[in-house]
């Protein structure tokens, strides 16, 4: 049975997170509508049951599960926005909560409750955008482990009908993991467990293929392929029967939709797709074989309505508890029982699981049996509830070992030796050596499921500045020196010519490659701005129409910026440029030409002063001359000198005789 809690209603959870009303409560959890305070936007606000915030062992794994969940965005999957741990209830024992976003709408239970089975485009339309989902979470390594309609929520879209979201993702993995013997062990949910999740309790993205199978099944013919009185005979079936084909229910269902459910609920998970994303373009393949169009997805009315919206369910009620002497609840609402445990103890029989065998009918009148046979039974029996509660409660829990330091192969001994699955992953490290181990998730000392897989971070060494070609792109260096666990950087002051590199192409990097470097450290990308520019040539001296074809065969644009003296340019020709010779303005620039105005001073020596006088005057000068004794003179010696280059209106000095 589902024990009661007390309602979170007008609490403040992480002083953020205003808890509204109760929108569904379960064995495991209770839902309620919230608000984010902060942000102020509308949430939905799973609490998870006390009974486990005192399990390390579940608040480790749920901390793990909800944050790869939340790293999870896709637009099929219910986004997880924080993770939490409330103490302002006990603070000895924090109530641990996810806080999600709020989906409006009903789920597929309601779905198929309200129309019985699906047509073949809405059913197909769903599986593919539950897969869809599942896709996604595969390809960053998680595993549902729950799927069934009661997870497959349906939000109102607009004016094109409901949007699929799968919600719980890891959820069951992390209560699997509470080592604690109260009720509701939660493991899975019957109707849709693969034989792999009854027979040992391994989970991989194909056990998630074939509840997705069993799920397109309900959805074709209305109903799950196993029922029984109780769940061991459902978990029975699973794993030794092979599910029938839609068909067989409901005639006239494509003989390809059949192969796609048969072929993601084959009992052998090898022969199923190794993951969504595989089952997924199989899917789409018979929907175009069969010329499917993607349906309207409606939205079910959930039976409480309008009271609430659904957001993410909490699970069934009708869950296996175990107490002293476990007992199966019995399923009280519509579709299939919810998220149960199944002691594996109780339904293995002569070295298969399957229910216990009754004995034959014989014609002999029933005799009582002696008090002493009854009494061997039932401590039979006792014995084996008590072996059922210890391995679901602690047996299948394993220590992990701590393997940091030792080489792959020794830390894969280690944790096979302790029945767990070892998972290698590397990285840069900067002080463990290259093939030793870092670290392993979870952490040594931490309690695992027999069977389950350890993640194994190998070093890789110090990361190296990695060797990129120039020419490249800047998202390939980028991916390199990430690959390396550096970081890029790219800045515009380290950007430089090249004759070479196209511009905005790598140049090189710095450091340069081969560098050895630590985790984290910046790599500068330098780009190409392409080849240097033209150089501004020198045409001093030239004439005004040589300096402007010049400049204009360097790819500038000369003009005149005027005129100045200098004591070395003939007038009429060039003294400097602006900018300056050597400079590497943009192509195509204005360049200024100045032109000399320098006058050559006429030579006037052994002329009567008079004339000298007058000459230079004509030329532009100024003259000074010394003072005649006699009514006629001449000029002795000037300065400056005839023939010497001079500014015009500077002065000329005369000495003459007598």
């Not at 666990?485 to 905005?504: F, I, K, N, S």
Request: cysteine-free.
């Amino acid at each position: 049975m589902t024990r009661t809690e007390p309602s979170l209603a007008g609490a403040l959870l992480d002083r953020r997170y205003r808890v509204e009303d109760l929108i569904a409560r379960g064995g495991m959890s209770s839902v309620y509508r919230g608000v984010d305070t902060r942000l102020d936007r509308p949430v939905a606000v799973k609490v998870m049951d006390s009974r486990f915030a005192g399990d390390r062992s579940f608040v480790d794994r749920f901390e793990r599960e909800a944050r790869a969940a939340a790293r999870l965005h896709h637009p099929h999957v219910v986004a997880v926005h924080d993770q939490g741990f409330d103490t302002s209830a006990d603070p000895e024992n924090p109530r641990a909560f996810l806080v999600m976003e709020l989906v409006n709408g009903g789920t597929l239970r309601d779905l198929i409750n309200e129309r019985g089975r699906l047509d073949v485009p809405l059913a197909l339309t769903v599986a593919e955008q539950v897969s869809s989902a599942l896709a996604a979470a595969h390809a960053a390594g998680l595993v549902h482990r729950d799927i069934k309609p009661e997870n497959v929520l349906i939000g109102r879209g607009g004016d094109t009908g409901g949007v699929v979201k799968v919600a719980d993702f890891g959820l069951v993995r992390a209560a699997a993991s509470a080592g604690t013997t109260s009720a509701n062990i939660i493991l899975g949910t019957v109707a849709y467990l693969s034989p792999e999740q009854v027979a040992t309790g391994t989970t991989t993205a194909r056990s998630d293929i074939y509840s997705t199978g069993i799920l397109l099944y309900e959805m074709l013919t209305g109903r799950v392929p196993y029922s029984g009185d109780t769940a061991l005979s459902v978990a029975y079936r699973h794993v030794n029967d092979d599910v029938p084909a839609p068909s067989t229910v409901v005639p006239g269902i494509p003989a390809a939709l059949d192969d796609l459910v048969l072929r993601a609920t084959r009992r052998d998970a090898e022969a199923r797709p190794a993951d969504a994303a595989k089952f997924l373009a199989e899917l789409r393949r018979v929907k175009a074989e069969l010329g499917v169009r993607t349906a309207t997805i409606p939205v079910a009315t959930p039976p409480d309505a309008p009271r609430i919206s659904r957001s993410v369910p909490a699970e069934d009620d009708s869950e296996l508890t175990v107490p002293a002497i476990p007992a199966i609840t019995e399923h009280s609402g519509p579709g299939p029982r919810g998220t149960q445990a199944l002691p594996r103890a109780m339904v293995e029989t002569s070295g298969h699981l399957g229910p216990p065998q009754a004995e034959p009918p014989t014609a002999s009148p029933r005799r009582r049996p002696p008090l002493a046979v009854l009494a061997l039974v039932v401590l039979v029996l006792l014995g084996g509830v008590g072996a059922g509660v210890w391995w679901f409660s602690a047996g299948r829990y394993v220590d992990v070992p701590s393997v940091a330091g030792l080489s792959r192969e020794e830390a894969e001994t280690a944790l096979r030796q302790a029945e767990l699955t070892p998972v290698f992953t590397e990285e840069r490290h900067n002080t463990a050596p290259a093939g030793t181990v870092i670290r392993s998730e979870p952490d040594s000392g931490s309690r695992a499921l027999q069977g389950d897989e350890v993640t194994v971070v190998l070093s890789l060494g110090k990361p190296v500045v990695p060797d990129v070609r120039a020419g490249a792109s800047v998202e390939e260096a980028e991916r390199a020196i990430r690959a390396m666990q550096l970081e890029p950087r790219v800045d515009a002051e380290a950007d430089a010519y090249d004759a070479e590199v196209p511009e905005g192409a790598v140049v090189t990097l710095t450091p340069k490659p081969g560098t050895q470097a630590n985790v984290g450290d910046t790599v500068t990308i330098v780009r190409s701005k392409g080849p240097p520019p033209t150089p501004v040539p020198d045409v001093s001296g030239m004439s005004r129409d040589e300096a402007f074809q010049a400049l204009r065969n360097a790819g500038f644009e000369p003009f005149e910026a005027g005129k100045e003296f200098s004591p070395n340019v003939q007038a009429g020709h060039v003294v400097r440029t602006d900018p300056e010779q050597g400079s590497t303005p943009e192509p195509g620039s204005r360049v200024g030409v100045f032109v000399s105005n320098a006058v050559e001073v006429p030579s006037v020596v052994g002329r009567q002063t008079k004339k000298a006088v007058r000459i230079l005057r004509e030329a532009g000068f100024k003259v000074e001359a010394e003072k005649s004794r006699g009514p006629v003179s001449f000029v002795i010696e000037q300065s400056p000198d005839g023939g010497t280059l001079a500014e015009p209106g500077s002065t000329v000095t005369l000495s003459v005789i007598p």
